[in-house]
């Protein structure tokens, strides 16, 4: 069995893996980066999402035990009508300190005035797996949708509830956990390094 250590210290995303990973049935021991001290700070400097997403997995590769594997990840959201802002910086939208309510608060400010038809925008998830031999994977996964003009349900976290994904009425944060699962740009990524993982 894998013993693999996730690079984020965002307990939402680590919940949304660990619920991946189960109902995958993955033979695969997971861990959040807590297990090993905490993640490490890491400037996510690279202006991409893979390349940030590889800073976070090399900085943790460095606290890792021999034998494990370290899975990084860096997503974020593309609004069209912003130049595909808020990008690297969803999560410091607002500000290096910023909460979440803060950074949908400032994107809605963003889109004032702008028409649904012109509110398009995309998650995008990068993951960057790294093995004890020297293995590296890298996955990505999209999910277009649109920005509503103002916040709908109270599940997910990030910008879930402003995002309604390509077909769908309800947003992120209306949609059941399991809905999201199956949708969401971490889901596609995460397939992605499922199929993986069982041939490797």
Request: proline content about 5%; overall charge negative.
């Amino acid at each position: 069995m894998k013993r693999l250590i996730l690079a984020t210290g965002n307990a939402h995303k680590a919940e949304e893996f660990a619920r991946m990973f189960t109902q995958a049935g993955l033979p695969c021991e997971v861990a959040s980066a807590r297990s090993v001290g905490g993640m490490p700070i890491v400037e996510e400097i690279s202006g991409t999402f893979s390349g940030n997403a590889r800073l976070k997995a090399n900085a943790l590769k460095l606290l890792a035990p021999p034998g494990t594997w370290v899975l990084a990840d860096d997503s974020g959201l593309s609004c069209d009508a912003l130049g595909g802002a808020p990008g690297v910086d969803s999560a410091i939208y607002a500000g290096p300190r910023a909460t979440d309510a803060e950074n949908r608060t400032k994107l809605l400010g963003a889109l004032a005035g702008v028409p649904s038809a012109r509110r398009t925008a995309r998650f995008t998830c990068h993951l960057v797996l790294l093995g004890p031999n020297h293995e590296e994977a890298e996955f990505t996964g999209h999910c277009e949708g649109s920005i509503l003009e103002a916040e709908h349900g109270s599940g997910g976290f990030g910008y879930d509830n402003l995002f309604v994904p390509a077909g769908y009425t309800q947003t992120f944060g209306e949609l059941p956990a399991a809905t999201k699962d199956e949708l969401s740009h971490r889901a596609k990524a995460f397939a992605a390094l499922a199929t993986w993982l069982r041939l490797a």
